[in-house]
């Protein structure tokens, strides 16, 4: 069983910037693929960034530009870098891992308000 734990989230400022991490219990080189949803109250879930095992990487059109998804798999760590920070980005992030099962983390918490 692989655990996921995300931190990283809390209060931000419009403008502002936070970065998240998500850190696997296991080696990440085995996974095909990471993600970062998010699930804001009473909307579905939604794929924020996702980046493959050989570096792919993409986005949802109301990030790109902003947001900047990476690994590090010496550290078994994938980040989410979010820039320019908008009310409308709040929400629990999630990070996803598939390969040899699709794993999921608790979330954590982003606000953006001024």
């Known amino acids: 069983q692989v655990q996921l734990v995300e931190s990283g989230g809390g209060l931000v400022q419009p403008g502002g910037s936070l970065r998240l991490s998500c850190a696997a219990s296991?080696?990440?080189?085995?996974?095909?693929?990471m993600s970062w949803y998010r699930q804001a109250p009473g909307k579905q879930r939604e794929l924020v960034a996702i980046?493959?095992?050989?570096?792919?990487?993409n986005y949802a059109d109301s990030v790109k530009g902003r947001f900047t998804i990476s690994r590090d798999n010496a550290k078994n760590t994938v980040y989410l870098q979010m820039n320019s920070q908008k009310s409308e980005d709040t929400a629990v992030y999630l990070c996803?891992?598939?390969?040899?099962?699709?794993?999921w983390g608790q979330g954590t918490q982003v606000t953006v308000s001024s």
């Open positions: 996803e891992a598939v390969g040899g099962g699709t794993f």
């Open positions: 296991r080696s990440i080189s085995n996974f095909y693929t």
């Open positions: 980046i493959s095992n050989i570096g792919y990487t």
